[in-house]
């Protein structure tokens, strides 16, 4: 329903910041950024980015140009207040009281101290990208394409020039250019199959490229018509809305409005069309409902006077929105923004979160073989081993019970048939033979060993 939100520069902290900075977005969303920067124990190290910021949560749905004032001014007005932190030679240092002072709030200072520098880096940061992409100028021709108006909301005019001069850039990055094309595809719906590989040639794009801008039709978008094709623009699903011209040429380059925060709009309302949106379960008719109220006595109802303010532990309305094949950073901010404004919780639930790079990936990848993509689903299942599934039985049959082993027999005619000079061997008795030696004082104690054991079984004790 929306092509152009994965698409479109959004120029508020969060999505600016996830769209032009090296932010990892897995199990965690951390940023690679120098920590204590100037001194002796400076290191780059990888800064987690949650909802335990609270410099991230104030900040990330406001307009870059808002939240580089707004961070400024915190910081100062930080240091300011903690003035022991940056000047310990003062005299009032030396005092024990002081010095109590300084060691109970280090940790958090140096916390806070951390975060500021943190986020002000990245907004330097984003706005380095800007100017140096030529964002400016390439996001007045993107919101005139999304829009269908220019700067004064009027029919723009001379807008294919105005793509062509962008394309010749060359601080533009190619996904920048490759962006710049789609909106104008969209914006046209389709042009002639020659002047795409003509603006593709001249954007010096490769032609993977062109196989995501092939891929677009499966999402419903048009690429591609004829020369005698008289066919309408679709009316868009939203009527635009005309709002007075913005003050500041920041805000002028977010005119476009996601499809998202017009539906959240119409919804609150009860204006949105039930067949594009239909309900699951249709509701109460409402001309009943008012009939009945108006039926009842008043002496019933409670005074409004009585009625006590409202606390801010009162529930209220919950939206919940679900979004299939991912959102974009743009659409959060819509349910934050129209949530705030009208008083309800606004959910947003979705697969993940897309940014105009993996937007463009993921369109690629829809012409892929499905084997090439490892994807979870077509996987096989992994199966645990099969001896983890023989059964008990088995297992005692394979090994013989107490009952089973066959138990030693007793050697006893054998030993009844031993003599002296035999010995047991696997309970079978053998004779045991004198080794033979050339020791001669071996031969000559023979006799006397012999002598030794006749008289110990033989002879009896005396005494």
């Not at 099969?386 to 054998?414: G, M, R, Y």
Request: proline share 7%; charged share 25%.
């Amino acid at each position: 329903m929306d092509i152009y939100a994965p698409i479109l520069h959004e120029f508020t902290y969060q999505a600016m910041a996830h769209d032009l900075l090296p932010i990892k977005d897995g199990d965690k969303t951390t940023y690679r950024t120098m920590v204590n920067e100037g001194r002796p124990d400076q290191e780059e190290k990888d800064v987690e980015i949650s909802e335990k910021d609270r410099i991230w949560v104030e900040n990330r749905h406001r307009h870059m140009k808002d939240t580089i004032e707004k961070l400024m001014g915190d910081f100062q007005k930080f240091i300011d207040q903690n003035p022991h932190f940056t000047n310990t030679n003062s005299g009032n240092a030396n005092s024990l009281n002081a010095i109590k002072d300084m060691m109970a709030g280090l940790p958090q200072f140096q916390e806070m101290k951390e975060a500021y520098s943190l986020h002000l880096s990245m907004a330097q940061e984003c706005m380095n990208i800007f100017q140096r992409q030529k964002l400016p100028d390439l996001a007045s021709v993107e919101q005139i394409l999304a829009t269908g108006l220019d700067e004064d909301y009027r029919k723009p005019k001379g807008l294919a020039d105005q793509v062509i001069r962008a394309l010749d850039e060359e601080n533009v990055s190619p996904s920048d250019r490759l962006r710049l094309i789609i909106l104008y595809l969209l914006f046209k719906d389709g042009i002639l199959p020659a002047d795409l590989q003509k603006l593709l040639a001249h954007a010096q794009l490769p032609s993977q490229d062109g196989e995501i801008i092939q891929n677009l039709r499966l999402l419903g978008a048009r690429t591609a018509r004829n020369l005698k094709d008289s066919r309408p623009l679709p009316n868009p699903l939203f009527p635009r809305s005309s709002p007075a011209p913005a003050a500041h040429e920041e805000y002028s380059l977010s005119r476009f409005e996601p499809a998202m925060q017009n539906m959240l709009r119409n919804h609150i309302s009860g204006t949105l069309d039930p067949t594009t949106f239909p309900y699951t379960k249709p509701p109460l008719d409402l001309e009943n409902t008012t009939s009945n109220v108006s039926a009842t006595s008043l002496r019933s109802a409670k005074p409004t006077w009585a009625k006590q303010r409202a606390t801010t532990n009162e529930p209220r309305q919950r939206i919940v929105v679900f979004m299939a094949g991912g959102a974009t950073y743009s659409e959060s901010r819509a349910c934050y923004d129209i949530g705030r404004t009208s008083n309800r919780d606004v959910f947003l639930v979705t697969s993940h979160m897309l940014t105009p790079v993996l937007f463009m990936r993921q369109v690629g990848d829809l012409s892929v073989d499905k084997r090439r993509l490892g994807i979870p689903a077509e996987q096989p299942k992994q199966q645990a081993p099969a001896h983890l599934f023989e059964k008990e039985e088995v297992k005692q049959q394979s090994q013989p019970t107490k009952t089973q082993q066959k138990l030693p027999t007793l050697p006893t005619q054998a030993i009844g048939n031993m003599s002296l000079g035999s010995r047991m061997v696997n309970g079978v008795p053998s004779q045991t033979k004198t080794p033979q030696t050339s020791s001669k004082l071996t031969k000559e104690r023979e006799p006397e060993t012999e002598k030794k054991k006749k008289h110990h079984f033989f002879s009896s004790k005396k005494g």
